[in-house]
């Protein structure tokens, strides 16, 4: 999927404002903390196991996603082409 100019410039709007992406970084973890699997008195090890990583997956995806994200920042002004180096 390519962005197009109006996807690109607010992309850029959202990067260049460090409260709005903390903001926005803040509300999907406190989703994860709030969705995290709750613990059933009758789940065994397996179980217990699976609901971990599940909830340590949610967490490792939000990383890169962010990671993937800021890579979109543009770092030197009049530069209209995206610094995707990692």
Not at 19 to 24: G, K, Q, S
Not at 68 to 78: A, E, H, V
């Amino acid at each position: 999927m390519r962005l197009n100019d109006l996807q690109k410039d607010i992309l850029q709007s959202l990067l260049s404002n460090d409260v709005l992406l903390a903001t926005v970084r803040l509300i999907f973890e406190q989703t994860i903390e709030e969705e995290k699997p709750l613990v059933g008195k009758d789940d065994d090890d397996l179980v217990l196991g699976q609901k971990y990583r599940a909830y340590k997956e949610a967490q490792k995806l939000l990383n890169q996603s962010f990671t993937n994200l800021l890579s979109y920042k543009i770092t030197q002004k009049g530069n209209k082409s995206f610094n995707k180096g990692r």
